[in-house]
């Protein structure tokens, strides 16, 4: 039971007409981790988290989640069962309130029905734990990117969930923001939450992924420690070198 | 003079509130399920008959039938869009390409329920007097079934307005209708919630035929001139916006009774100039954003 990983994926495929968006991925999460998954642009990361999320439907290879064969059940029953996820692109309710987009968090997302006291309750202490309190009543579509993001993060966690999927939760954000996102994801991880992140900020992933996954058109590359990855000349050829380059520009 | 205006003003106010229930009916299946329903005037044909059917052999009370036809209606619709629509949306690659599979599914829908219609009730007009007492409203003359008519309108509407605002499954609906893929992902089971809003727009449908059963002369190919009224409003209100309805249907009633006041055949072509003229101008409606 202890050695059980929380999230495995065998031999995960899935094409887009003949292009292999994700081919033959082995991959595990366990428990209190926090694991970063990097790669280039079009490397499938966004897919894998679509794959685990079931946005998009597994063809070939199976996901488990705490044992439990998920696959092929249906976005909402996944949610429920306690894996809730970010979006690359910012998708808030922009017609609804700040609490509003957390409140349909904990009302449909969460494993066991709420009260609608104890979801307001619920939404409104995630609201203050993201540093959105003041913005309640303001409808999400007016929020700052930066804060939309954070509103992800907090309608995420009110699905109560035991896994996060973080979907390049710093792109877009400037250093004083993506500090701010760092410590979020590090009180995320003390709640007892495990995080799986994509990210493309690679300082960020040094200092707060225990592991990291590494893709490449599709397959796994390598994975291993922060400075096992840093120190990979497969990673440095495909990825990092890129990377260090853009940096300095 | 004047009191010719206010006259003109009312009627048109009068006929706006159906106007407006017709379109909120419209803006949930197009706004939120994704079907352009061309069918969504059979089934306020449907109401209207069903009612007419009711007071006729049974001597029941339209407002009464308000609670008989309309959920009636309402199962009719859910249980058209978990089986219909609901295989049509697994079929169909792109949310586009179900949009224009729904609507020739609906051009059949059209079809097939009129012949019923027609095969069970005739194609001769229908009517019944309910109501039809003479209200003095400020001088000018009205029919009570008129003013019962707009109240419940407005009433359903405002009722509906905070059931979207208020209530779990309303949230539901409101973030299925701005983002369904992330609703879903947030434990929305999204498959039910659109076929409920499918259902709640034939509600609407069913609640507006039996109150325009209570005014107006029944038919069975009276459907389409309500279903162009209905996409009339809901682009001219803003799709999805239960306000944007209301405001859109009082305009186009005002309009409506402004015309046929001048020249009654020409109501449904000053309708059209204002659809054409908003397409070109404010394409999002008064209230869309």
Not at chain 1, 106 to 135: I, Q, T, V, W, Y
Not at chain 2, 135 to 152: E, H, K, Q, S, W
Not at chain 2, 265 to 287: D, E, H
């Amino acid at each position: 039971m202890c050695n059980m990983h929380v999230l495995e994926g065998e031999r995960v495929t899935r094409y887009f007409g003949g292009l292999a968006a994700v081919s033959n991925v082995d991959f595990y999460v366990d428990r209190g981790e926090i694991v970063g998954l990097i790669g280039p642009n079009g490397a499938g990361k966004t897919t894998l988290f679509n794959l685990i999320s079931a946005a998009i439907t597994l063809k070939s290879g199976v996901i488990r989640f705490k044992g439990e064969k998920i696959s092929g059940l249906r976005p909402c029953r996944i949610c429920k069962k306690g894996i809730a996820r970010t979006f690359q692109s910012v998708k808030v309710f922009p017609g609804m309130s700040v609490l509003e987009n957390v409140l349909l968090g904990s009302l449909f997302g969460a494993p066991a029905k709420l009260s609608r006291a104890d979801a307001r309750a619920e939404a409104s202490s995630l609201l203050e734990f993201a540093g959105l309190s003041e913005m309640k009543t303001v409808p999400a579509g007016d929020l700052t990117l930066a804060s939309q993001k954070r509103l992800e993060v907090a309608r995420a966690l009110a699905t109560r969930p035991e896994l996060l999927l973080l979907d390049e939760l710093m792109a877009g954000l400037n250093p004083t923001e993506i500090a701010g996102a760092m410590e979020l994801i590090s009180k995320i991880r003390d709640r007892g939450v495990t995080v799986f992140m994509v990210e493309h900020v690679m300082r960020a992933m040094m200092c707060i992924c225990g592991r990291i996954i590494v893709l490449h058109h599709g397959e796994k590359i390598a994975e291993g420690t922060p400075q096992e990855i840093a120190a990979s000349k497969t990673v440095i050829d495909v990825y990092l070198g890129e990377q260090v380059y853009a940096g300095n520009q | 003079m004047i009191m010719k205006i206010v006259d003109v003003l009312i009627c048109g106010l009068l006929l706006g509130g159906i106007y407006a229930l017709i379109a909120v009916g419209l803006s949930l299946q197009y706004g939120v399920a994704r079907v352009l329903n061309i069918s969504h005037g059979e089934l306020i044909m449907l109401g209207a008959f069903g009612t007419w059917s009711l007071y006729t052999f049974f001597d029941i009370n339209p407002l009464i039938s308000l609670v008989i036809c309309g959920p009636v209606l309402f199962l009719a619709g859910f249980a058209l869009h978990k089986t219909l629509f609901k295989s049509l949306l697994k079929s169909s690659g792109s949310i586009g390409a179900f949009e224009g599979s729904s609507l020739l599914a609906c051009f059949g829908l059209l079809f097939i329920i009129q012949n019923i219609a027609i095969t069970s009730w005739g194609a001769d007009i229908k009517g019944y007097s309910y109501l039809s007492v003479p209200v003095n409203l400020g001088g000018a003359i009205f029919a009570a079934n008129r003013l019962v008519t707009l109240a419940f309108a407005v009433g359903i509407g405002i009722t509906f307005y905070l059931f979207l605002a208020r209530t779990r499954l309303g949230k539901a609906i409101r973030a299925a209708a701005q983002d369904p893929a992330a609703a879903g992902l947030m434990g929305v089971n999204i498959n039910h919630v659109l076929a409920l809003c499918f259902g709640f727009g034939a509600l609407m449908a069913g609640f507006a035929g039996v109150l325009l059963s209570m005014c107006y002369p029944v038919k069975a190919t009276m459907g389409l001139e309500y279903t162009i009224i209905a996409i009339i409003v809901v682009v001219l209100g803003g799709l999805g916006s239960i306000p944007g309805s209301f405001i859109g249907g009082f305009i186009l009633g005002i309009i409506g009774s402004i015309v046929s006041y001048i020249e009654p055949s020409l109501s449904l072509a000053a309708y059209y100039i204002i659809f054409i003229l908003l397409l070109l101008v404010k394409p999002t409606g008064i209230m869309g954003k």
